[in-house]
C-alpha cells in the first residue's frame, strides 16, 4: 500500500481535456508518459523516475504525468501507437526584477527572463487609423506583441507616463491631447536576439568583453552578439516615433504593466485566436445544438453566430480542396441547397485546438485514425467530407470573418451618474461582447452637444430633463464597432426602463446599472443611419473601417 501511495505522488494523471491544459501550467519541467487505455502506462520506468525525483530534489521545477491519448483532443497523433511514447513540457514563469533593487551588495539569485518595453501609440494616430501600420512594422521587425489595449488615458496615467517632459512649457497642453481620445498601449518583447556572426571580421568571443546595454543596464550582451536596435530606435528609424512614444526602462515598464495590465503575469501564455467555423447545411439541420453543445464544453466562447445561405462562388470557394473529386458537384448543390451556420470562436490557442477538435476533411481518414473527431462523429451519409470547416490560418480566418460578418459601427455612451468602477466593468462587458471599441472620449456635453446625440427626441416634454442630466458630469462617448453592431449594442442594453430590463433581460447593462428611466446608465443609436449622423457630428475625424470583402483562400 505504502508503495502504491508513492506512485499516485509521483506522477499526475491526466485523462481530460482540461487537465491536460492545466497540467501544461507546470513550472519547469514535466515528463508525459502518454498511453492508450488497452495498454496502461510505462510502468518499468516509474523506479527511474522516483530515483531522479529523490535525487534532484526538485518538487517544484520536476514532475512526472501519465496522459491517457483516448481522452485528450491533443494527443489524437499518439492514439493506436504500440510503443511507449514520452513527451516533454518546459514552461518558465517571466521574473520581473527591478535591477536599482539594494539587495544588500550580494548578487542578485535570479535575473530578468525577456525585456519588455511599453508602447503607447498617440490619439491622432488612433484616429488616423495608423495603429495597425505601427504594429505591423514593429512585428515585422522582429518584436513581439505580449499585450495591448485600448484605452482613454486618465489625466494622471499621462502626467505619470511622461513625468520626464513635465516642464516643457506646453505640457499641460499636451496632457489635454493625451485625454482627449483613445490610444492604444503595448506590451512589447525583445523577440528573438541577433544571433553572433563569427568570422574574420566579426568580434572574437574568446577576448572581447561583455557589453552592457545602455538603454537597459538588467540586459547584459553576450561576447559576438550585435547589439539590436531597441524599440525607440527602431521607431525613429521607421519614421514613426512621432505617433508612438515608448518607455524602457525596468523599474517604469513594470510599474506600468501592473497599472494598464494587472493581470500581464497570468495572461501572457494564453494565446487568444479567433477563427471561423461553419456547419454545412446538413448537419445544421440535424445536429445543429449537439455540436454547439461540444463547442461550448471544448471551451471555446461564440463571439458571432449567423445563418447564411452559400452562392455557388461563395461554396466553390469553401470547397475547392476537393474540386478534382468526382463528387465535386453534389457537394456543390448541397452546400447551397439550404442555409449554414457561421460562427467565430474565440480560445487560447483556438486555431489548432479546433483543427484537432474536427479532425480531417476525409471521413474515412477521420475514422480510421480519429475516431473522436467531429468529422468521424458527425458524418453523414451521401458526401464522404468533413461537415465543419474551420479556418486554415489566422489571416485565412480574419478575412473570412471580415467577409461573412462585415462590420458595422455604432453610437454608445456612458451616462454621467456612473462611477469609475462601473464605467470599467460596463467596458469590460463591452469588451467581452466582441465590440471593437474604435473611437472614445470624455466630454462634458452642451446642449448642442447633446442634440448631436438625441437629436430624434428633440422636441418631445423630456427632452429638457435628458439635457439637464447629461450636464451632470461628463459622459463617455464610443464608437463601437462589430458585425450587427447597432441592434447587439441595443441587445446589450437593455430596455429603456431599468425595472422593466430586470424583469426582461435581468443581465443587461441597464437592469445592473440604471436607476431611473433618465439614469440608465447607457444610450445607443437606433438605427444604423442614426448612428452614421451621430458619429460624424460627434467624431468629425473619424472614418469607418471598409475592408475589402474577399473570400479568396
Known sequence: MAGKKREVQLQAVVNTQSLWDEMLQNKGLTVIDVYQAWCGPCKAMQTLFRKLKNELNEDELLHFAVAEADNIVTLQPFRDKCEPVFLFSVYHEILFVDPDEDDGGEAPSESVDELYYIAIIKPDAVTGRKSQEIKQKIINAGFVIEMEDKRLLTEQQVRDFYHRIADQPDFEEFVLFMTSGLSHIL?????????????????????????????????VIPPGMKKRDSLQEYLERQHISQFCDVEETVTNVNHFIDVFFPDFKNMKNLK???ILALLRPALFQEKKEDVLKIIED????????RQIVLSK???????????????????????????????VLVRDHG????????????????????????????AMEGLPINQLYGSD????????????????ST?????????????????????????????MKEVLLNEEEAENIYSKIKGKDFYQDVVEMLTEGPSL????????????????????????????????????FGRSVLKNAVHGSSNTYEAMESINRIFADFVPETPERNLKL
Open 187 to 219: 506590451v512589447v518583447s525583445q523577440g528573438n536576439e541577433e544571433q553572433p556572426t563569427l568570422g574574420e571580421t566579426g568580434p572574437n568571443p574568446e577576448t572581447e568583453d561583455e557589453e552592457i546595454n545602455e538603454d537597459n543596464p538588467a540586459v
Open 272 to 274: 487568444l485566436e479567433k
Open 298 to 305: 471544448e471551451g471555446f466562447k461564440i463571439l458571432m453566430q
Open 313 to 343: 462562388e461563395e461554396a466553390q470557394t469553401l470547397c475547392q480542396e476537393y474540386e478534382n473529386e468526382d463528387y465535386f458537384g453534389k457537394l456543390i448543390e448541397k452546400m447551397t441547397s439550404g442555409p449554414s451556420l457561421a460562427l
Open 351 to 378: 486555431l489548432q485546438h479546433w483543427k484537432e477538435l474536427i479532425g480531417p476533411s476525409s471521413v474515412q481518414k477521420a475514422k480510421e485514425s480519429f475516431p473522436d473527431s467531429l468529422c468521424a462523429r458527425f
Open 393 to 408: 490560418s489566422l489571416e485565412a480566418a480574419e478575412r473570412e470573418i471580415q467577409y461573412f460578418f462585415p462590420p458595422q
Open 411 to 439: 453610437l454608445a455612451l456612458l451616462k454621467p451618474h456612473l462611477t469609475q468602477e462601473q464605467r470599467e466593468e460596463i467596458l469590460k462587458l463591452i469588451r467581452e461582447a466582441g465590440f471593437e471599441i474604435t473611437q
Open 477 to 512: 462617448v464610443m464608437v463601437l464597432t462589430r458585425w450587427n453592431a447597432v441592434s447587439d449594442w441595443r441587445r446589450l442594453m437593455g430596455p429603456v426602463e431599468p425595472e422593466e430590463a430586470k424583469i426582461l433581460s435581468p443581465d443587461s447593462i441597464r437592469a445592473r
